[in-house]
């Protein structure tokens, strides 16, 4: 099933428990009109569609640069843009300590890809190409905008969970703890449906960039350095209260930075030579090995907005 298909079957189940929500919400109000309940859903998702990019913007510090300010980030991100037949994106550095690199917009045509300072620093020209190879599938797939609308539903699932589930009234009874105890399960599911759809489209993002123009390797290696990049991070104070600041939107990143410790030890058995990169051999050794989780690895997994590290780029090794 091709990743629009899954994106829009994910958003259609995620907006039917929203729906489901209003209603019980709606019942215990008093008001029983169906049509209501509907604009109350898509007023919903309407407003984290209209205010979704500018959080993001704000959580991640973002600061949009001019071609004179940044003329080598811009030509990357035209040219980039062109190959995948889309107007070029706004230009943004992202004043995050950590090194990694995001994209986001309502649309197409108001996408943005940014990077942070850190990941000028730690990768080269060919493979911060790669990277941005990489968010700029996220832009033409437009996966981006669904992830965007899915993320207030577990939020507003955990609201009426925590307003709720301890309620209970003369006139209705324990219907009011029911509901909350409803939206409660309802934000545990809907949460891992949006861990589920950030999970599968970085698979795509991933192929997308080798679609656009980039060796696997180069992507392979500039994950590898993230990672690194990340772990070495744990105990640098500012770094960490950036990760703070954005633990709600870290999906946009290219990894999931919470794991990176414990991800640099799987991926330096991949690093033979010990060069601190990923070479086209690297990659097509990894490409006949069998990679195997253990039951813990694949649990702590269902609960990460990225794929598992390993598996991520020894599907890059299918590529090369």
Same mark, same amino acid.
Not at 34 to 48: C, E
Not at 114 to 138: F, K, P, S
Not at 139 to 155: A, E, Y
């Given at each position: ?41 898509? &007023? ?12 993001? $913007? ?26 995948? $037949?889309?107007?070029?994106?706004? &230009? ?44 700029? =599938? ?13 993320? &207030? ?26 509901? $909350?105890?409803? #939206? ?23 192929? $997308? ?10 992507? #392979? =290696? ?35 930075? =919470? ?45 990460? =907005? ?15």
């Amino acid at each position: 099933m091709g990743l629009h298909m899954r994106m829009w079957l994910l958003f259609a189940l995620m907006f039917a428990i929203l729906y489901g929500i209003i209603v019980a919400l709606g019942t215990y109000a008093g008001v029983n009109d169906p049509y209501s309940y509907l604009v109350m859903a898509v &007023v919903i998702v309407g407003l984290q569609y209209l205010v979704g990019p500018s959080l993001v $913007g704000m959580m991640m510090r973002v600061r949009y640069v001019s071609e004179d300010e940044e003329p080598e980030l811009h030509q990357m991100v035209a040219d980039l843009a062109d190959r995948a $037949g889309i107007p070029k994106p706004r &230009v943004g550095v992202s004043e995050v300590s950590i090194p990694n690199a995001f994209a986001f917009g309502r649309s197409i045509r108001d996408g943005r890809v940014c990077v942070t300072r850190g990941i000028r620093q730690l990768l080269n020209g060919d493979e911060l190409r790669a990277v941005l190879g990489h968010e700029m =599938t996220h832009l033409k797939n437009r996966d981006m905008i669904v992830i965007t609308f899915l993320s &207030v539903i577990p939020l507003v699932c955990y609201w009426a969970a925590w307003n709720l589930m301890f309620r209970r009234s003369r006139r209705d009874g324990n219907y009011a703890a029911l509901v $909350g105890i409803g #939206a409660f399960l309802m934000y545990f599911i809907s949460n891992l449906l949006v861990l589920y759809g950030s999970r599968i489209r970085e698979y795509y993002a991933d192929e $997308g960039s080798v679609r656009l123009g980039n060796p696997p390797n180069e992507l #392979a =290696t500039a994950l590898y350095k993230l990672v690194y990049g990340s772990a070495r991070l744990k105990n640098d104070p500012r770094a960490q209260y950036d990760l703070h600041r954005v633990q709600g939107v870290k999906a946009f990143f290219l990894n999931d930075v =919470t794991n990176a410790s414990r991800e640099i030890g799987e991926l330096r058995e991949i690093d033979r030579d010990y060069s601190g990169t990923i070479s086209a051999n690297e990659l097509l050794n990894l490409r006949s090995q069998s990679i195997r989780l253990s039951g813990a690895e694949r649990m702590m997994e269902l609960f990460t =907005t990225h794929p598992n590290m390993l598996k991520r780029i020894k599907r890059l090794s299918t590529l090369v």
